[in-house]
């Protein structure tokens, strides 16, 4: 079964987490962005992280991309605290430094795209960490995101650090879903198995 | 750890299942003290129970904890307040409060600050923040009047009897 779909935008594409996507994924996690993140050190937790991208994607709880520029994995978008029956999300986009702004922002609308349409999910979260890339906060200002809050000290950096977070979030201007049987085939309510007929927004894995 | 302490006039302690129903219930049957959550009010007693229950399921993971406020003298519940959503990564916690109309300021002025305290001091938390309904009156006033700060509003955040509702943000830091 499928829950994570493929999904093409202008320079590349995100793609479902493969074990083989491990080393890749090592070497992303030797960049991270988000003050007091660690460098990884070992690779087993990412052979648990792409088991948990599909469990976590089959009870819709996250959705995690590999985002693949020129063929080769130079980011991971990632849809988490995914509440169903409150059509909204958190979103993050982690990147090598190679990564542009450009592919960036095209692979985290693309996502959100697929999740407004697929789920009809109305309004996508994203915190922006004090010490990140300040170019982010204009990135996401130029994809409708608004600030919504500072979070003071809500991101811990270190053992007696802290950092702000700014909340941004877009709510889309979208009609709410009607209640449908769990698991009816309709586009008011679709099972979460991207394979079959009903499979028109992303290409099978 | 003691869980249970007093300040000024009132005790503050965690609920026991068997005892406390009659009285949760009294205080959260009336839908104008779970408004600004926003929840709907108890209709039935049994929903107490079952509240104490899931209260202490939550503390017993240090999930949540529970406090009720209670007159030192009278033993009159006035107030549940609680944190919950506890990340002891981040040193962080939800709180959130249902008061009595005999919950006013100058009885919260007594009772917060110790409530504070020991979730500071004695968890170790550096941020509690409160997420309420926005636009709930009397509820932000008391949260400036209390030192809490306005962070922003957060919009959309739950979905409660056909609305979305956008939810108000206000916090207190430990080195506030």
Sequence with gaps: ????????????????????????????????????????????????????????AATQRGMMWALEVDGAITGMVS?????????RTMLRVDGLPQLTLA???????????FMAEKYHLRNFGYQWIEGQNEEFKTMLTELGFKQSAVMRDAWRSGETSFANVVQFNIVLDKKKPVAGRLGEDSDINPGQNLNGDNNKDGGAA | MNWNFSAGNFSLRLPVSEQDGDALFALLKEQSRVDH??????????????????MAMRFETREAAFWLVEGLYDKQLIARIGIQKINWMLSCAQLQWELSNAADLPVLQEVMPPLLNFCFSELGLHRIEVRLRAGSEPHETLLQQLGFHYEGCLPAQIEYNDTSVDMALYSRLSTD
């Design chain 1, 79 to 87: 849809a988490f605290d995914w509440q169903p029956s409150l059509l």
């Design chain 2, 37 to 54: 959550i926003p929840r709907s009010a108890m209709t039935v007693d049994v929903q107490a129970l079952d509240e104490l229950r899931r």
């Design chain 1, 103 to 113: 592919q960036r922002s095209s692979a985290l609308k693309v996502c959100m795209d």
């Design chain 1, 1 to 56: 079964m499928k829950f994570t779909p493929e999904l093409s935008f202008s320079g590349g594409r995100v793609r479902p987490l493969t074990y083989d996507d491990v080393d890749a994924l090592f070497e992303l996690y030797q960049h991270p962005e988000l003050p007091g993140q660690r460098v990884l050190d070992n690779k087993d937790n990412l052979i648990r992280m792409v088991d948990l991208s599909v469990q976590m």
